[in-house]
């Protein structure tokens, strides 16, 4: 007998004795196998300490949870007791028990004794009362993807109606929200005739407004702040913040001085959050919190139970110069036009929490031209797109380097994209010259071909017809060519350009040498690309094999992969579509990079890295497991300043560590490798001798110094 309790985001089934929870947004389901049928009846999604979707009880002695991630059990106010990997009791009292798979779950028992069998290894998780017991199991979408989409006309007043609904995604407007699991991706906008707004999306009851004036740069410059602070946005004379106890903070009107005001607001009161946040869902001790606490007027989680509008009163007696050395940069910056073309990609900037500034005229953009630029990661030492630019409105082609052309079909051809399963990746290579063709298969193939590569094919001269096929296949993961680009279009010998394709298809990642103008990564991405990088330089062959394995295997976002490339003469890279877009998930969520530089041949420097990724937005924590560092746990983008030295033997203990990619004197060491002393101390050999021969080369020295 099937039943079921539906809601927008999550549904509950019933089929028999398995309880079937689906995520309505995402297209999964996560099952449970209890000892009777349920018979459900809905419950109080406020029963639960966090955030649920929907929530139902039923009568139950045990369930058995077959696919999960992880299991964390806390008291019925949300206080973390343990995350057991052993079978374990907890003594009669009242539990939530957290369980994350293909949905957020949180199964809440009262005056029960309560156990748990061991949790380690991918055997299904059993989770027992002493008696019968009613139960309740509430569920949260992760919500990876818009759940609905917000139709707008070109105005810039229906624009801001349309951004007051972006913050629906968000779970809720305590310090909470700044973990990233708690910020849904914003529901999509798209250009029509006429405002509508889906019934799901409502203005969160935060009782704030953002002020602006009926002009498309207001909006733009302050859409990120107003999702992030679940603030309705209004239209007046002058741009303001309004909190509902009356009190409203003044905002620049000049546009360069609201920009700056506004991303001041956005981290200050982003990150005082994290710090409010230390003692609620996730206790964690960070290492930001030693830094800037001494440093504020209050006592950061004594704030966790005031209203949104009294935190804030309490943030704004902290100046940005404060918070910002402690703050993690933001994941990308965007510079948009002052024109409709740009509101398709607000949401899209909203769920990264990009800072948005705005440049230029709206005159002359076609449908379909980048709306824009937005900032990638970048090597260490090259300058930000801000330090550069100064006023004036980057264009479009050439962009400046380490940018990329922002398209929003970019970011909805990723949203439909399925990644290739582990070890399955199609990677296809255009090479103009047979010779290079073989070097290239050679450095590809031996001794094996690079990690989670499932299909490899090197094309040497390749045909017209070649070119226009891969170009047009979107079952090709990483496309690479070095063919000559002419009029934005890879040629081949026998034909000045290939034919165009009839379809609108595209690999998902492309990467073009040999060009500085992003034309063809544009046309690859508007085909149904994710996003493409065009070089103006040449990869060596170990280098090419280097980002194959990173993009492959590591699971690195495109534009990370580039910029940790140690290439000869630093090319310029630009990119077109979403730079952080991967060719396979990271593995991990939150990728983590360490470079080992050798002083002398049996020590070694260390530096650690975090990369912001789709994965791991900004909000989320990492903690460093190596003695080398401390215990505290940190925002992932803000990484430690100390650069430890350690010996060999703790060099390679360090390689063994599953969650990280390691660069061992600037080469990659994948993950297939074990690392030995006599390997690392080889190595060290190496590079020492090669910086003993360039020591009167002065750029060698500035790049070390930066």
């Not at 076609?366 to 990661?377: H, L």
């Not at 070097?439 to 590809?444: G, P, S, T, V």
Request: glycine share 6%; aromatic share 6%.
């Amino acid at each position: 007998m099937k039943d079921g309790v539906s809601d927008e985001r999550i549904g509950f089934e019933v089929d028999g004795t398995t309880l079937t929870v689906r995520d309505v947004i995402e297209g999964e389901e996560m099952q449970f196998h209890v000892d009777r049928e349920p018979e459900l009846s809905p419950a109080l999604p406020a029963l639960f300490p966090s955030p649920v979707d929907n929530a139902v009880s039923f009568e139950a002695t045990s369930l058995v949870v077959p696919a999960y991630t992880s299991i964390v059990v806390r008291d019925a106010e949300g206080e973390f007791v343990e995350r057991p990997n052993d079978p374990t009791e907890f003594p009669r009292g009242s539990y939530c028990v957290e369980t994350t798979g293909a949905v957020k779950s949180t199964l809440r028992v009262e005056d029960a004794e309560l156990s748990v069998s061991g949790v380690e290894g991918p055997e299904s998780v059993e989770i027992s009362l002493d008696r019968p017991a009613t139960v309740s199991l509430g569920a949260r979408s992760l919500h990876t993807r818009p759940e609905a989409t917000i139709t707008v006309p070109d105005d810039p007043e229906a624009l801001a109606e349309a951004v007051s609904v972006l913050g629906s995604s968000i779970r809720e407007f305590s310090a909470e929200r700044s973990w990233p699991t708690l910020r849904g991706y914003p529901p999509r906008i798209r250009r029509g005739e006429s405002l509508e707004i889906p019934s799901p999306l409502t203005v969160p009851d935060t009782g704030l407004e953002v002020v602006v004036r009926p002009t498309y740069a207001d909006v733009y410059r302050l859409s990120t702040l107003a999702y992030y602070l679940g603030a309705r946005m209004t239209i007046g004379e002058a741009p303001a913040v309004r909190l509902d106890n009356g009190y409203t903070e003044r905002l620049p009107t000049d546009g360069h001085r609201l920009e700056e005001r506004a991303t001041d607001l956005l981290r200050t009161w982003f990150f005082l959050d994290t710090l409010v946040r230390t003692d609620g869902y996730t206790i964690s001790d960070r290492v930001e919190y030693d830094l800037v606490g001494p440093q504020l007027p209050f006592y950061p989680p004594n704030l966790d139970d005031l209203s949104l509008s009294e935190r804030l009163m309490e943030f704004l007696e902290v100046d940005a110069e404060t918070v910002e050395p402690y703050a993690p940069e933001w994941a990308t910056e965007a510079v948009l036009r002052p024109g409709p073309e740009g509101a398709e990609l607000l949401p899209h900037l909203a769920h990264v929490l990009a800072p948005i500034r705005v440049r230029g005229s709206a005159e002359g953009v076609r449908s379909g031209d980048p709306v824009g630029v937005t900032t990638a990661d970048r090597p260490t030492g090259s300058r930000s797109l801000s330090s550069r630019e100064g006023d004036s409105v980057p264009a479009l082609d050439p962009i400046p380097e380490w940018t990329a052309a922002a398209l929003p079909a970019a970011y909805e051809h990723e949203l439909r994209r399925t990644p290739p399963d582990a070890g399955d990746a199609n990677v296809t290579l255009l090479i103009r010259s047979d010779e290079r063709a073989r070097r290239l298969r050679e450095a590809l193939t031996s001794p094996s071909t690079p990690a989670r590569v499932g299909s490899l094919s090197v094309i040497g001269t390749p045909t017209s017809d070649s070119v226009a096929d891969a170009l047009s296949d979107p079952s090709i993961d990483l496309l690479y060519s070095d063919l000559p680009v002419r009029e934005g279009l890879p040629v081949a010998d026998d034909l000045p350009r290939y034919p165009a394709a009839d379809g609108r298809s595209a690999p998902a990642v492309s990467v073009f040498e040999g060009s500085s103008r992003p034309a063809v990564a544009v046309d690859t991405v508007r085909r149904g690309g994710t996003g493409a990088a065009v070089i103006d330089g040449h990869l060596p062959a170990d280098q090419l094999r280097t980002a194959i394995e990173l993009l492959a295997a590591e699971g690195l976002p495109l534009d990370t992969a580039l910029a940790t490339l140690r290439l000869p003469s630093h090319p310029p890279v630009r990119f077109a579509g979403n730079c952080s877009t991967n060719v396979m998930p990271p593995d991990p969520p939150t990728p983590r990079l360490i470079s080992i530089e050798s002083v002398s041949e049996s020590q070694h420097r260390v530096t650690w890295r975090t990369v912001l990724s789709p994965a791991s937005w900004l909000g989320a924590e990492y903690q460093i497991v190596y003695d080398c560092f401390d215990e505290k746990t940190r925002l992932v983008g803000r990484d430690p300043t100390e650069r430890p030295i350690l010996s060999s033997e703790v060099v390679a203990d360090c390689s063994a560590e599953p969650d990280t990619t390691l660069f061992l004197n600037g080469q990659f060491v994948p993950p297939t490798v074990d690392l030995t002393v006599e390997d690392i101390e080889a190595s060290a050999r190496k590079a020492l001798a090669t910086d003993e021969s360039d020591i009167g080369d002065p750029s060698e020295l500035r790049s070390e110094s930066e």
